[in-house]
C-alpha cells in the first residue's frame, strides 16, 4: 500500500464476511502461485471484458490477464466488448458458455439484460464472478462473487472532503460516466447522501468517462453560470482532467478558484493533484487479479465465496501526499 503524507483508507472489508484479499496497490502484475484443479490441469477463463475506456480499464485488464496467465495454470479467453456494446458481451458470454469453460470472468457494459445469460451459466454449472461493476437487478443466485472497490465509499469519502473544503457550501457540478451503469448509480448515492444540505448542485451531466466530451460540457456550464462554480465532482480522473482544461480555458485557476474531485487514481490525475491542478484524488483500485484468481479457484473447489468482496483503495488531499505516492503508482 501506498506510503503517503496524507491519505485516508476506504475500507476493504467484504459485505457478506471477511476473506482474504491477494491485492497489492503497487504491484502491476499477479504473485499467484498457480491456479487449475489439479497439478497439470490448466483452468480455461472466459473474460467478458469492457475493453478500451481510459487509464483505469487499460490498468485493470492487464491486471486480470497477467494474473490468469499461462504460467499461473489458466489459458484465459479475452474478449473485450465492440465498442461498448452489450450485445457483443453477450454474444462472447453465451460462446463461452457453449465452449465448456470452467468459470467466466465479467466486467459490463451495462447493468441490466443479464438475467437469461446468466441463467445459463447456472445450469451449465459455470462459475460467473463480476469485477469491478455490478448488475440489475442485483441477484446474488445467478453469480458466484462480486469483486470491486466501494463506490458508495469512495463517493461518500469525496463528498465528506468537500463539505470540509466549504463548510457554508458552494455551488458544484456533477460529470457523470455514461447513464444505467452500476458504478454511476453507486457514486452518484454515496456522493448525494454525505454532501450537506448547503451545497447547490447546478448541473449533473454524462461525459462519458471522456476528457474532450468533459472539457466541452463544463465549458458550456462555466459559461451558463457566469464561472460562478466552486467545485466540480468528476466520476473518473479523464473528466476531471477535461475539467480542468475549461476552468484553464476560461481563465480560471483549478485548484483554487474552482477545486476538482476525481475517482480513479491513475498516474495522470496525481500527477495533476501534485501540480495543483486537482484538488482530491479518490483512488479507485484496478488491481485485484490475485483476489480473483482465489475467488474462482474456491468456487472450482466447491468451497463457499462471499458474494461481494471490497478491494481496499486509498484517497489524496494534498499535492505532497500525490507526491510522494507516484514512485509507486504502478497504473
Request: hydrophobic share 40%.
Amino acid at each position: 500500500m501506498f506510503k503517503t503524507a496524507r491519505f485516508r483508507a476506504i475500507a476493504g472489508i467484504a459485505l457478506a464476511g471477511a476473506m482474504a484479499l491477494g491485492v497489492t496497490a503497487c504491484s502491476g502484475g499477479s504473485d499467484a502461485e498457480g491456479g487449475g484443479s489439479a497439478e497439470g490441469d490448466v483452468t480455461t477463463i472466459g473474460f467478458v471484458a469492457v475493453g478500451p475506456e481510459g487509464g483505469w480499464r487499460t490498468a485493470n485488464e492487464k491486471n486480470i490477464q497477467d494474473s490468469f496467465s499461462k504460467e499461473n495454470g489458466f489459458d484465459l479467453k479475452y474478449a473485450p466488448a465492440t465498442n461498448g456494446d452489450q450485445n457483443s458481451q453477450i454474444t462472447a458470454f453465451t460462446s463461452f458458455i457453449d465452449e465448456g469453460v470452467d468459470a467466466i470472468l465479467l466486467s459490463a457494459t451495462e447493468a441490466t439484460g443479464w438475467e437469461s445469460v446468466l441463467e445459463r451459466a447456472k445450469e451449465a454449472e459455470i462459475p460467473v464472478v463480476l469485477l469491478d461493476r455490478g448488475i440489475e437487478p442485483n441477484d446474488t443466485e445467478l453469480y458466484t462473487s462480486r469483486i470491486a472497490p466501494d463506490n458508495v465509499g469512495i463517493s461518500a469519502s469525496a463528498a465528506e472532503w468537500a463539505n470540509e473544503q466549504f463548510p457554508e457550501g458552494a455551488n458544484y457540478v456533477v460529470l457523470e460516466g455514461p447513464p444505467g451503469l452500476s458504478v454511476v448509480n453507486d457514486r452518484n448515492k454515496g456522493w448525494d447522501e454525505t454532501i450537506d444540505p448547503n451545497f447547490t448542485k447546478l448541473e449533473s451531466q454524462s461525459a462519458n468517462w471522456s476528457t474532450e466530451e468533459a472539457k466541452s460540457v463544463f465549458e458550456t456550464i462555466l459559461k451558463a453560470n457566469n464561472n460562478n462554480v466552486q467545485l466540480v465532482f468528476a466520476q473518473n480522473d479523464e473528466m476531471g482532467l477535461g475539467a480542468a482544461l475549461a476552468v484553464e480555458e476560461a481563465g480560471l485557476k483549478p485548484g483554487t478558484d474552482v477545486k476538482i474531485i476525481t475517482i480513479d487514481g491513475t498516474k495522470a490525475a496525481l500527477e495533476a493533484l501534485a501540480a495543483g491542478r486537482l484538488s482530491f484524488v479518490a483512488e479507485y483500485n484496478p488491481l485485484f487479479g490475485d483476489t480473483a484468481i482465489e475467488v474462482v479457484d474456491a468456487a472450482l473447489a466447491g468451497e463457499t465465496v462471499e458474494s461481494e468482496i471490497v478491494v481496499p483503495s486509498v484517497t489524496f488531499d494534498s499535492p505532497e501526499a500525490a507526491t510522494e505516492a507516484l514512485p509507486d503508482r504502478a497504473f
